[in-house]
């Protein structure tokens, strides 16, 4: 459940966290006014035992579930029996447990629970859950105000501060790579080197359309599948494919050699066919 927040967090902070520290810093302010403000005004007219939504509809859930289980006494007003068609469980009302162990553990009636209450004629099962899922609750959960900081230049600024200076970037930072948002293009190093026209006839033989019918992923499979044998002496893979997933692409031929009159590696070339974009650098080594 932590770990879900966090990644909520970083997907929702994804474009911010690259902006300075203090904008940052302002943003994260701005969103906790703007939330506790928003969840405070939701729920300030609640009754005193409503559920949140969300814990409401897991108990009309299991009210349905439930709707058809037996429930036997065997002491009435404290112990059930109940059949789920599965499995027979005891729910003991004075201690608040379920031999299910889905009311201890999550603090919301099970299915076993609504099954008794209905049985004693209790159609409100709000009571039953734990104070935690009521909207009194999460109102006061939100009752801080959360406040604009002010122009910087109203900001008392106490004495002795030390001054923190940026960390050094200029090498691998541990952990998973971060998110690229372009194709980077490995140096060419042979002098001499031509597509030839088979490869190109070879792409062009089942071109990717970009229709709603055409599944990208299919084409890069098929890509990548008819590609990874090509070799050529000092050339890398990834380059060679690089340079021919364009004449992949229905149109982009035509781009290609618009841009480059003689060969498909001079100028910037970049291709956009849905959701594939293709980024070649500019300057880089012509073949002759
Ligand atoms: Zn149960």
Redesign the pocket.
């Known amino acids: 459940m932590t770990s879900n927040s966090v990644e909520s967090i970083n997907n929702l902070t994804r474009h911010a966290r690259k902006a300075p520290i203090t904008q940052l810093m302002e943003w994260y302010r701005a969103l906790l006014q703007k939330w506790y403000c928003a969840h405070r005004d939701k729920y300030k007219d609640s009754g005193a035992n409503t559920l949140s939504d969300w814990a409401t509809h897991k108990v009309m859930d299991r009210m349905q579930k439930s709707a058809h289980w037996k429930v036997l006494g065997i002491d009435y007003g404290r112990l059930y029996q109940v059949d789920d068609r599965r499995r027979v469980?005891q729910?003991d009302l004075t201690f608040r447990t379920?031999?299910?162990r889905?009311?201890q553990l999550s603090g919301i009636p099970?299915?076993?629970?609504i099954a008794v209450s209905r049985k004693i004629g209790c159609t409100d099962c709000s009571h039953l859950a734990l104070g935690w899922f009521r909207k009194t609750t999460l109102y006061s959960t939100y009752q801080d105000l959360v406040y604009p900081v002010g122009e910087p230049s109203s900001w008392v600024r106490p004495d002795g501060l030390q001054v923190v200076k940026p960390p050094n970037m200029n090498f691998r930072t541990a952990g998973r790579p971060k998110n690229t948002e372009a194709i980077v293009v490995p140096p060419i190093l042979v002098e001499h080197f031509e597509l030839k026209q088979s490869l190109i006839n070879m792409m062009t033989s089942d071109q990717f359309f970009g229709l709603e019918k055409d599944n990208p992923h299919d084409h890069i499979r098929w890509f990548n599948k008819i590609t990874s044998t090509i070799k050529y002496r000092d050339v890398p893979n990834s380059m060679i494919k690089l340079m021919l997933f364009p004449f992949s692409l229905v149109g982009s031929r035509e781009l290609a050699r618009k841009r480059t009159p003689r060969s498909i590696l001079l100028g910037n070339i970049l291709v956009s066919k849905s959701s594939m974009i293709l980024f070649l650098p500019q300057n880089d080594k012509s073949p002759t």
């Open positions: 469980h729910v379920c031999t299910c889905k009311w099970c299915g076993h629970v």
